[in-house]
């Protein structure tokens, strides 16, 4: 199983710039969940989707963020436009519908903006 | 206030001790209980899950729920070099969201 895939794995962008950050889930995980960590807030949940819906985007900062699953493999989170305080790693992560505690993290998305 | 708190240490043993690791959270309605151990540089790996008060063991690793105090732990045993990571205990309630604690960063000196 190759895991949860993310790309990119680093991305250093100037101030105003769109980013947007791509993950592939486990085949067959029925959740998606975009998660950021930064060392003063830790980590945070921005939004989840259930069987591509989303679900609660009540974690997202700002109408800057906005995140789509087109379809049960694929799920994007754009930043537009960027500033430098959403420096962060941005993690995806799933789960199957059975497994309720347990969730499989990508290796997370490095981003910068400076 | 945040719902889960957490020490985020760092905290530096000599190989063989005892690592202690503690959270505290604000709402009885969560259940589930997890912790997480993230290498550097990586995404965060379930470690141990539990959804009762008491104990709970896997190998060196035991979990402690107290629902009484909001209270939960982690105990690493005969502790490895190769234990040294950021662990994050995780709380939930009915609705599958994760609420996390901000880590505690573990070092085991050789």
């Known amino acids: 199983d190759a895991g949860v895939i993310q790309s990119p794995r680093h991305e250093v962008t100037e101030m105003g710039q769109e980013v947007t950050l791509r993950c592939k889930p486990i085949?067959?995980?029925?959740?998606l969940f975009w998660y950021r960590q930064t060392m003063m807030r830790g980590l945070e949940l921005l939004i989840y989707?259930?069987?591509?819906?989303?679900?609660?985007d009540s974690g997202m900062p700002e109408d800057r963020f906005s995140a789509k699953m087109p379809n049960a493999s694929f799920s994007t989170l754009k930043i537009q436009p960027s500033e430098p305080r959403d420096s962060a790693v941005y993690f995806c992560?799933?789960?199957?519908?059975?497994?309720?505690?347990?969730?499989?993290f990508g290796e997370g998305s490095w981003l910068t903006v400076v | 206030q945040k719902e889960v708190e957490q020490d985020p240490g760092p905290l530096s043993v000599p190989e063989g001790a005892i690592v202690s690791l503690n959270c505290t959270y604000s709402?009885?309605?969560?259940?589930?209980f997890m912790w997480y151990r993230q290498y550097s540089r990586k995404g965060p790996e379930l470690l141990m899950y539990?959804?009762?008060?008491g104990n709970k063991e896997d190998g060196r690793f035991t979990a402690q729920v107290d629902k009484s105090s909001k209270y939960i732990s982690l105990f690493i045993r005969d502790s490895q070099p190769s234990d040294s990571a950021t662990y994050l205990c995780?709380?939930?309630?009915?609705?599958?969201?994760?609420?996390f604690g901000a880590g505690t960063t573990v070092t085991v000196r050789a």
């Open positions: 539990t959804y009762s008060s």
């Open positions: 085949s067959g995980h029925d959740y």
């Open positions: 992560a799933s789960r199957p519908a059975a497994a309720g505690n347990t969730i499989y």
């Open positions: 709402n009885s309605a969560f259940q589930y």
């Open positions: 989707f259930n069987n591509n819906v989303p679900i609660d």
């Open positions: 995780a709380i939930r309630g009915n609705d599958y969201k994760l609420s």
